[in-house]
């Protein structure tokens, strides 16, 4: 979000785990996250979702009724908190 360059040096600020059921077409809790809840009133921020070795696991496992996925927050490194 904002004006990020690609090259921009980035620290991780918070990650979130959000629960699905059913290959990701039911919410369970989580599904709905609020950016500023997790980087504060930073303007500018990346993020990256993504399934994790232990996400993918717990979805073979329950022949993906169960999908969890996580949410990585990261702010620029000289952005003040």
């Known amino acids: 979000m904002g004006s990020l360059d690609q090259n921009t040096p980035m620290v991780e600020v918070n990650t979130v ?15 709905q996250l609020q950016d500023s809840a997790y980087v504060g009133d930073i303007k500018e921020y990346k993020v990256k979702k993504s399934i994790t ?3 993918g696991l717990l979805q073979w496992l ?5 999908t969890p996925t996580t949410t990585t927050y990261y702010v620029p490194f000289n952005s003040k908190k």
């Open 17 to 31: 785990h959000n629960h699905f059921l059913l290959y990701g077409l039911v919410g369970v809790s989580n599904h």
């Open 62 to 66: 329950t022949f993906g009724i169960y």
């Open 53 to 55: 070795f232990v996400d």
